[in-house]
C-alpha cells in the first residue's frame, strides 16, 4: 500500500476535495439540516493488542528481516480494512479493531512464499495487501483460532519483469499500482488500458484477485481477460499457470485463482496482455431522452460488435445531478440520460470509431452534446472518492454498489435495487437519493452501479448495512449476480452462497482444503 493513501480517507491527502460553495445548502435541501460528523484524531484510535508472540514476530523477522517486520500504530491504522464507508466510518469513529498484529513487507516472490510457508506451520493469519482499496470486507481476516494475523503488504514487489514485444505480453510484479504499470509500459510504448476508480492505489495483485474492471473496460476488456498467466505462493509451493494463449488442456485453472481474494494463495507476478499506448484519446456525451432508450442504444452497439474504448450511461437521476461536470452541480440539467463515449487509438482510428458510433446513436434517437463535458469526465474520473470524504464530513452518507445481468433482465433489476434501497433508507427516516449508471457492457448484458446519499443515522454503519442487505436481496431475487466487479470479501459472502449454490460452495471449500489446510489464507474472506 502507498504511504501516500490517507488513514480514514480516500486517496492522497494532498487531493482532498472541498464542496463546491452552494453544497452545503443544497445537502440542506435535499436531506435536511446540517449534521458534520468530524473524523476524530488519528491518536485517539483504538488499536487491539498484538496477539504475536515475539518469538512468532522473531521468525517472521528472519524472512524478511527486522526492517520489514513493522508493529508500529501507523503501519498497523493504515492496514486497518479497506475503503468502503463503513471501513472509513469505523476509522473515523477511532475503530481500528480489525487492524493486523503486524505489516510484512517481503521483497520478492522467495520471501512471500518463505513467509506463506511459515504462516501455514504456526497457524498465523495472513492478510494479502495490495493497495487497499477493497469496499467488500476482503482485508478483514477472523483473528479467532490464530496465533496473530499478519498483513502481507506486497508494495516492494513493484517492478516490470518483462515484456515480449512479439506476443504482446508484459509481466508485472504483483505490488504494482495503476499509475506505476502505465509508467512501466509507457517506457515501451504500451498500456495495459485498466482503469477502475482506484486506479491511483490499487494494484497489478489486488485486480487479479478481485476480478476487477476498469472505466474502459469496453474497449480493453476486463482485467481477468487480459490475464494470460499467474504465478501464486501457496503454503504447497509455487503455482504457476497459465502456458499458452488458449488451451484444451483441461478447466482453465488460472479462473481458479482470479477472483480467489487472497484464499488461495498471494499473486506475485501477472503475464499481461497489452496493447499500443494509444496516440489519440476523445471522449465526448450523448443525450437520449431516457436512460431505456439509452440502455437500447448501448446493447445495439455492443451486439452490432462497435466498441467504443469507454461507454457508460447515467439514469436520469444521476444525469439531473450534472456529475460529469462536478463543478456545475445542481445547475440546470438538459435531462435524460446522459453518455459518455469514449475512443482511444490511433487517429484514423479513433475517426472511424467515433463516427460509426454517432451514426447507430443518432439513429436510435441519441443526440451529440460536443466533447467539453467528455473530456471533463476523462480528467476528473478519478476523483470522484474524494468527494465521499467530504460529504462525510458533513453527515452525509455517500456509499456505492454494483451489480450485472442479461440485457432482458436489465431493467427489472435497475427496478427492484432501485426500489429496495430507496424503501429500505426511507424506512430509516431518511429522504435518500438513489442514482445508476451502466458501467461495463457486454454483448449479452451489462453491470449496473449505484450510488446512495442520504443524512447519516447516530449509527451510519448499521444504516448502511440494512440498505445494503435489503439490495442484496433484492439483486438475488432479481436474478442478478451480487457483484460484477468489487469482489465478495466478507460483505457479499452470504449472497454469494445463494449465487454458486451448494455444489458450488462445495467444490470452493475443497480447493481451499487442497491448497490452503491450515487454513491460514484471509480467512473469513470469500469462501462460504
Ligand atoms: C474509490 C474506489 C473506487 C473503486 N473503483 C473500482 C472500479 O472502478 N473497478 C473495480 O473493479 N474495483 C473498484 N474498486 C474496488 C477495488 O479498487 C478493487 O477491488 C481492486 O481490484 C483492489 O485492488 P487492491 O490492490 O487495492 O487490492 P486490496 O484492496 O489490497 O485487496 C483486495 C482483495 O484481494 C486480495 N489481494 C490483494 N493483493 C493480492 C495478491 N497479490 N494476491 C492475492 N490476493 C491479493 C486481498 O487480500 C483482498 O481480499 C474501487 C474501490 C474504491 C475504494
Not at 484524531?41 to 528472519?62: C, F, K, M, N, Y
Not at 516490470?160 to 504494482?176: E, K, P
Amino acid at each position: 500500500m502507498s504511504d501516500r493513501m490517507h488513514w480514514s480517507r480516500w486517496g492522497d491527502p494532498a487531493h482532498a476535495a472541498t464542496l463546491p460553495p452552494n453544497a452545503i445548502g443544497m445537502l440542506e435541501l435535499a436531506f435536511g439540516p446540517a449534521s458534520p460528523r468530524p473524523a476524530m484524531d488519528v491518536a485517539t484510535v483504538q488499536l487491539p493488542p498484538i496477539e504475536l508472540s515475539d518469538e512468532l514476530l522473531d521468525a517472521l523477522r528472519g524472512v524478511v528481516g527486522v526492517e520489514h517486520v513493522d508493529t508500529g500504530d501507523d503501519a498497523r491504522v493504515l492496514h486497518t480494512g479497506g475503503k468502503s464507508t463503513p471501513d472509513l466510518l469505523a476509522l473515523r469513529g477511532g475503530d481500528a479493531g480489525a487492524a493486523p498484529d503486524a505489516v510484512l513487507r517481503p521483497a520478492d516472490h522467495g520471501e512471500v512464499l518463505a513467509l506463506v510457508t511459515l504462516c501455514a506451520e504456526r497457524r498465523i493469519a495472513v492478510v494479502p495487501y495490495g493497495g487497499g482499496t477493497s469496499v467488500v470486507g476482503g482485508l478483514a481476516a477472523a483473528h479467532e483460532g490464530f496465533s496473530g494475523v499478519v498483513a502481507i503488504d506486497l508494495g516492494r514487489l513493484d517492478g516490470l519483469v518483462g515484456v515480449d514485444d512479439v506476443s504482446s505480453t508484459a509481466v508485472l510484479q504483483a505490488g504494482v499500482s495503476g499509475p506505476r504499470a502505465e509508467e512501466l509500459l509507457g517506457e515501451h510504448g504500451l498500456t495495459l488500458g485498466h482503469f477502475p476508480q482506484s486506479f491511483e492505489f490499487a494494484t497489478i495483485g489486488g485486480f487479479a484477485a478481485t476480478r476487477s474492471s476498469g472505466q474502459s473496460s469496453s474497449g480493453y476488456g476486463r482485467f481477468d481477460a487480459m490475464v494470460v498467466g499467474l504465478k501464486v505462493a501457496t503454503p504447497q509451493g509455487t503455482w504457476e499457470l497459465g502456458a499458452a494463449p488458449a488451451s484444451a488442456a483441461g478447466p482453465d485453472l488460472r479462473q481458479m485463482v482470479l477472483g480467489s481474494e487472497g484464499t488461495l494463495g498471494i499473486v506475485t507476478e501477472v503475464t499481461l496482455a497489452v496493447r499500443a499506448a494509444p496516440a489519440t484519446a476523445l471522449y465526448e456525451t450523448w443525450r437520449f431522452p431516457s436512460f431505456a432508450d439509452g440502455a437500447t442504444a448501448m446493447r445495439t452497439l455492443t451486439q452490432d460488435g462497435i466498441n467504443p474504448t469507454v461507454l457508460r450511461l447515467s439514469d436520469e437521476t444521476e444525469t439531473s445531478l450534472n456529475l460529469a461536470k462536478p463543478e456545475s452541480i445542481g445547475a440546470d440539467s438538459p435531462g435524460g440520460a446522459l453518455m459518455v463515449c469514449g475512443y482511444e487509438g490511433a487517429a484514423e482510428r479513433v475517426a472511424r470509431m467515433r463516427s460509426e458510433v454517432g451514426a447507430t446513436l443518432e439513429s436510435l434517437g441519441g443526440t451529440p452534446l460536443g466533447v467539453e463535458d467528455g473530456q471533463q469526465w476523462a480528467q476528473g474520473r478519478f476523483s470522484a472518492p474524494y468527494l465521499r470524504d467530504a460529504l462525510l464530513d458533513e453527515g452525509v452518507l455517500v456509499e456505492t454498489l454494483e451489480t450485472a445481468t442479461f440485457w432482458g433482465n436489465l431493467d427489472h433489476l435497475y427496478a427492484e435495487v432501485k426500489a429496495a434501497l430507496e424503501g429500505a433508507l426511507s424506512a430509516q427516516g431518511t429522504n435518500p437519493i438513489v442514482l445508476c449508471h451502466i458501467s461495463h457492457v457486454y454483448r449479452t448484458g451489462a453491470s449496473l452501479y449505484f450510488t446512495v446519499a442520504c443524512r447519516e443515522t447516530d449509527d451510519p454503519r448499521g444504516q448502511w448495512y440494512a440498505a445494503k442487505a435489503a439490495a442484496s436481496e433484492a439483486i438475488v431475487d432479481a436474478g442478478g449476480t451480487i457483484t460484477h466487479h468489487h469482489a465478495v470479501g466478507r460483505d457479499h459472502k452470504q449472497w454469494y452462497a445463494e449465487e454458486i449454490g451448494p455444489i458450488g460452495a462445495t467444490v470452493l471449500r475443497a480447493v481451499k482444503q487442497a491448497v490452503d489446510p491450515a487454513g491460514v489464507l484471509n480467512p473469513g474472506v470469500l469462501i462460504p
